[in-house]
C-alpha cells in the first residue's frame, strides 16, 4: 500500500461540519451540553442508531447518543462503524484499506485486528473508492473523538448487501464491553413535516421493536439497521429511543424535511 492510501483524508469537513478544528470542538462541546436528557437506562450500552446530516441539521440528534458515551470514555477500545453508501456501489460490506482516517481533530487508527477477523467473510471486500467521498462514516467520527480516548475504529461501508450478511460481520466483531456499534442512518427524506413525523415514529416503533424495516424510504441506513436488529435479537438487547426530530426542527424549512433518531441499545451484564 503507498504513502498516499495510509490515511483516508476528511472528504465532508468545511461541508457536513467545520473544518477548523477550534470550531468543530467548540460546536459538538455545545451540542453535547444541549443534548437531551434520557432517563437512566438498565444494561451496559452496546449500540447506537445515530443520524448523518450536516450537523446544523442531525448534530443534536446525534448529540443525544454520543452524550452517553462519557462514562465509558475508558472503556470503549473499539468502534464498529456501519454506515450506508450515497456515492459509490458496494457489493456488499466495503473497509476503507487504509491505517487511520483523519478528521480535523486528528487521526484514528483503523482496528487491524478487527480487519483480520473478518477476512474470511465473503460479503467483505476492500475498497478505498467506496470510503473516499463517503459521509456517513465521516461525520460520526469528531463526535466520538470528543467523547472517547484511545480508541479505534472499524469502517464499513454497507452497499447491497442483506441483513443476515450485515449481522454475521457483527457477530464477528461483537467483542465486550469495550466494543461498541454504531449504525449511521438518517429517516425519511424530502416530505412534508407532518407526513415526516407519522413515517418517523412508525420507523422508530418498529426499530423500538427490533423489527426489520420493509423499505429504504424508511431510512437510507435500512440494510446496517436490519443488520443490527438480528444481532440485537439474538443477543437480547434493548433499544431506547433517546431523541426523534427532522429537520424541520432544527435548521431547515418544514416543506421538505428530513428525519432523524438517535437510539441506544443496551445488553444485560
Given at each position: 500500500?503507498?504513502?498516499?492510501?495510509?490515511?483516508?483524508?476528511?472528504?465532508?469537513?468545511?461541508?457536513?461540519?467545520?473544518?477548523?478544528?477550534?470550531?468543530?470542538?467548540?460546536?459538538i462541546q455545545v451540542m453535547l451540553k444541549g443534548a437531551s436528557k434520557v432517563e437512566a437506562m438498565s444494561g451496559v450500552l452496546k449500540a447506537l442508531i445515530v443520524p448523518h446530516a450536516?450537523?446544523?441539521?442531525?448534530?443534536?440528534?446525534?448529540?443525544?447518543?454520543?452524550?452517553?458515551?462519557?462514562?465509558?470514555?475508558?472503556?470503549?477500545?473499539?468502534v464498529v462503524l456501519l454506515g450506508?453508501?450515497?456515492?459509490?456501489?458496494?457489493?456488499?460490506?466495503?473497509?476503507?484499506g487504509v491505517q487511520a482516517f483523519e478528521t480535523p481533530l486528528g487521526r484514528i487508527p483503523v482496528d487491524q485486528d478487527a480487519v483480520h477477523?473478518?477476512?474470511?467473510?465473503?460479503?467483505?471486500?476492500?475498497?478505498?473508492?467506496?470510503?473516499?467521498?463517503?459521509?456517513?462514516?465521516?461525520?460520526?467520527?469528531?463526535?466520538?473523538?470528543?467523547?472517547?480516548?484511545?480508541?479505534?475504529?472499524?469502517?464499513?461501508?454497507?452497499?447491497?448487501?442483506?441483513?443476515?450478511?450485515v449481522a454475521e460481520v457483527i457477530e464477528v466483531l461483537w467483542g465486550g464491553p469495550e466494543?461498541?456499534?454504531?449504525?449511521?442512518?438518517?429517516?425519511s427524506h424530502y416530505l412534508p413535516y407532518g407526513f415526516a413525523q407519522e413515517i418517523d415514529r412508525s420507523t422508530c416503533a418498529d426499530i423500538m421493536e427490533l423489527r426489520q424495516l420493509n423499505r429504504h424510504e424508511q431510512a437510507c441506513g435500512a440494510t446496517p439497521v436490519n443488520g443490527l436488529m438480528i444481532a440485537a435479537r439474538h443477543h437480547r438487547l434493548t433499544p431506547h429511543l433517546l431523541d426523534l426530530r427532522n429537520s424541520g426542527d432544527t435548521a431547515g424549512d418544514r416543506d421538505r424535511v428530513v428525519g432523524y433518531a438517535a437510539i441506544a441499545f443496551t445488553e444485560e451484564p
Open positions: 500500500m503507498g504513502a498516499t492510501q495510509e490515511i483516508r483524508a476528511a472528504a465532508v469537513a468545511g461541508l457536513f461540519y467545520p473544518k477548523e478544528a477550534d470550531r468543530l470542538s467548540r460546536d450536516g450537523y446544523v441539521y442531525s448534530g443534536p440528534v446525534a448529540a443525544s447518543a454520543y452524550a452517553l458515551l462519557f462514562p465509558l470514555r475508558d472503556t470503549i477500545r473499539s450506508p453508501t450515497h456515492r459509490i456501489f458496494v457489493s456488499g460490506l466495503a473497509l476503507p477477523f473478518l477476512k474470511p467473510l465473503r460479503q467483505v471486500s476492500t475498497s478505498p473508492a467506496a470510503h473516499e467521498p463517503e459521509h456517513s462514516l465521516e461525520v460520526q467520527l469528531p463526535f466520538l473523538q470528543m467523547v472517547l480516548s484511545g480508541f479505534q475504529v472499524v469502517p464499513l461501508a454497507v452497499g447491497e448487501a442483506s441483513p443476515k450478511a466494543t461498541l456499534i454504531v449504525v449511521s442512518s438518517d429517516l
